[in-house]
């Protein structure tokens, strides 16, 4: 029996020091960990200023830990108007090596920089003998490069280097969809402050001042359409809404338009039942529908709007379309920069594109007596990440 006991104390020693063995080299920082702790420490310097932005300023305060991941004397970053800050590199040099990042930004990938192309007495003072050069990208688009210069260039900075910059172009990206983020908000208090528009309001209620005495029945079925219109549009703080609920925003609106207009105002109406379950961005579809009234129908006298949305697969395609006066391009474009009175359009184009990415803004097409067609594209399924971006609207002018 105590045979068995010393046996069995034996076993589970030899067990524990087994364990202990396998266990033991985790709790050590060996080489491998302690340098990727350092990379990451130095990377997590970086990035807080990479967020803000590709600035002079955050660049610069960035440039600092970026130098001390690649390990070279001299590090800058630029864009297609040169060197934007450095870290290592003297002023003087920086018109060197803007040639050398609108190079590398036109040729779209990475460059290795000899001798001769950094032959300068105060490059070559300094020891500044040769460089690698990788571009910068945010949303696949080359918006900069960044230059790492040293008095040699081991096999792997190339490699090191375009890691590096993919790192760099990650927190980038994550600035633009914070800078896309803080543009919803904005346009979201644009939003609510321009629901209802003054001249509608004031059109549509003496439309119905006019039926008081002549067809009191009439008139009432007006103002509760009015009163409809009124509590949808105060009342709605929710960001999405079915397409569905916004055409029967755009009924009653239209309601409240024609009591105005009479016959002279016409509309066709085509819809796909299959894209009424679509999620849009709430009032996104009404101000379009008033543009066209306001802007195209109102100068004219008369006329006629088509309303579509159809099925195109994994989107639907919604157009209002007018055969009223049309705008001349240049106004267009200035009302959808929002450098207008009418923030109508601009808001509805800022928060399509905030939403669902670039590609869904509105497409206006348009000239001075050939009407105005407004569409865009909704995905049917699911949206896409908010996504930024420079521009507005596509403009055709027929």
């Not at 067990?15 to 266990?23: C, E, F, N, S």
């Not at 925003?249 to 109406?269: H, M, N, P, Q, W």
């Not at 395609?317 to 009223?324: F, H, T, Y």
Request: aromatic share 6%; charged share 20%.
């Amino acid at each position: 029996m105590i045979l068995w006991v010393v046996l069995a104390a034996a076993v589970a020693g030899l067990a524990g020091v087994g364990a202990y063995a396998l266990w033991a080299p985790r709790r050590l920082v060996t080489p491998g960990q302690r340098g990727s702790y350092e990379a990451l420490s130095i990377a997590n310097q970086a990035a807080p200023a990479l967020r803000s932005g590709m600035s002079a300023e955050a660049i610069g305060r960035a440039l600092g830990p970026l130098r001390s991941l690649l390990a070279t004397s001299g590090v800058i970053v630029g864009d297609e108007t040169g060197v934007i800050a450095s870290d290592g590199v003297e002023a003087k040099n920086c018109d060197l090596l803007g040639a050398a990042v609108r190079s590398v930004m036109d040729q779209g990938r990475p460059v290795l920089l000899s001798g001769d192309d950094l032959r300068c007495d105060h490059l070559a003072g300094r020891g500044l003998n040769t460089g690698v050069a990788v571009p910068l990208q945010v949303d696949q688009k080359v918006v900069g490069a960044l230059i790492a210069v040293d008095s040699s260039a081991p096999p792997g900075l190339l490699r090191l280097c375009g890691e590096v910059a993919k790192f760099v172009s990650t927190q980038l990206e994550l600035a633009e969809l914070d800078l896309s983020r803080r543009r919803a908000v904005q346009a979201e208090l644009q939003f609510l402050r321009a629901q209802i528009s003054p001249h509608f309001v004031y059109n549509a209620l003496t439309a119905i001042e006019s039926f008081v005495r002549t067809d009191p029945d009439r008139a009432r079925e007006l103002l509760v359409s009015f009163a409809e219109f009124t509590r949808y549009s105060f009342a709605s703080h929710a960001q999405y809404t079915n397409l569905a609920e916004e055409l029967r925003l755009v009924d009653i609106y239209l309601e409240l338009e024609r009591a105005r207009f009479g016959s002279k105002l016409g509309v066709t109406l085509k819809v796909a039942p299959e894209v009424l379950s679509v999620r849009v961005p709430s009032l996104v579809l009404q101000p379009v529908v008033e543009n066209a009234v306001r802007h195209g129908i109102e100068p004219k006298g008369a006329g006629s709007i088509k309303i579509e949305a159809v099925d195109s697969g994994a989107a639907a395609l919604i157009s209002v379309e007018d055969d009223g006066a049309g705008v001349d391009a240049r106004r267009v474009a200035s009302a959808l920069a929002g450098k207008s009175a009418s923030v109508g359009l601009h808001n509805v184009d800022e928060r399509l594109r905030a939403t669902f990415g670039d590609g869904h803004g509105l497409v206006i097409e348009t000239a001075p007596g050939a009407g105005t067609k407004v569409s865009f594209s909704v995905p049917k399924f699911r949206s896409h990440a908010p996504r930024s971006g420079s521009g507005y609207a596509k403009l055709a002018a027929q």
